[in-house]
């Protein structure tokens, strides 16, 4: 892996930090991850560390992934430099053509660009809704789209639950599927349905290979494995209010000139 100024001695201090934890990860299929030239990287996403941990698919082929992340991210302090130093791309919700270019460039100068399709977390722990972007960006770069799905991460941090980042020792699976062509003249909506298919396969055999858990961690099992995380429709109601109190805020931090996080009362 190339030495990169920013990149690898977070990955180093990251590797490090997942050893403190105990996390146990089992990698398969790293090697549908190209060791030169662009691909799209589609990842489901269940907490909010996913990134941290997807890019470890990419480590045997010596490669990095350049992480689309919300731009809040860019803005703070100590996260804001790092997320640049490392070249991720910041997305904004709101006005997302200026990050889908900057990931088309990336693409067509070989790199790794990893995408979240469902945009946010999944607070059912099944597969949101995609987004068509992935897709998109892979058929105008003409690069392949390489599936990835996470599981057990959602037990370390993850949406409407407290943090688990103490020698937690949680078992956390990353399966990389082969890579899926985008051909220049296909139908997007059916090549989304597609990877949307595709990757709840994945996500459902992730799931019954994972170690037997306890009883009392049925908070992190969707709802079809007997636990108690929202059902997707449950959890899709709870993201449409999110997304409205969201644009309240803005409304209101463009009024009164002030940061939306103050107006909502966060410190």
């Known amino acids: 892996m190339p030495m990169e100024p920013v990149y690898t001695p977070v990955i180093g201090l990251a590797r490090a930090l997942f050893a403190a934890q105990g996390l146990r990860f089992r990698v398969t299929g790293s090697e549908h991850i190209p060791h030169e030239d662009g691909a799209v990287v589609v990842m489901n996403h269940l907490s909010y560390l996913d990134f941290t941990y997807a890019g470890l698919a990419a480590r045997p082929s010596g490669r990095v992934i350049r992480f689309m992340c919300k731009d809040t991210i860019f803005d703070h302090p100590v996260a804001g430099p790092l997320m640049r130093g490392m070249k991720h791309i910041p997305v904004d919700r709101e006005n997302g053509s200026a990050s889908f270019r900057a990931a088309l460039r990336a693409l067509k100068d070989g790199e790794l660009v990893g995408v979240f399709p469902e945009a946010t977390i999944s607070r059912s722990f099944e597969l949101k809704e995609f987004k068509s972007g992935a897709v998109r960006m892979a058929q105008g770069a003409r690069v392949p789209m390489i599936p990835v799905v996470l599981w057990g991460s959602q037990r370390v941090w993850t949406k409407g639950h407290p943090k688990r980042l103490g020698r937690t020792?949680?078992?956390?699976?990353?399966?990389?599927?082969?890579?899926?062509?985008?051909?220049?003249?296909?139908?997007?909506?059916?090549?989304?349905?597609?990877?949307?298919?595709?990757?709840?396969?994945?996500?459902?055999?992730?799931?019954?290979?994972?170690?037997?858990?306890?009883?009392e961690d049925r908070a992190?099992?969707?709802?079809?494995?007997?636990?108690?995380?929202?059902?997707?429709?449950?959890?899709?109601?709870?993201?449409?209010?999110?997304?409205r109190l969201r644009r309240q805020r803005r409304l209101a931090q463009d009024a009164a000139g002030t940061d939306p996080d103050e107006v909502a009362g966060q410190p």
């Open 169 to 215: 020792h949680t078992p956390i699976s990353i399966d990389v599927g082969a890579p899926m062509d985008v051909p220049r003249g296909a139908d997007v909506t059916q090549v989304v349905a597609d990877l949307h298919a595709r990757m709840t396969t994945m996500l459902q055999a992730a799931q019954d290979a994972y170690p037997t858990v306890p009883f």
């Open 220 to 243: 992190f099992m969707p709802a079809r494995l007997g636990g108690t995380a929202p059902t997707l429709e449950e959890a899709t109601a709870l993201d449409l209010e999110e997304t």
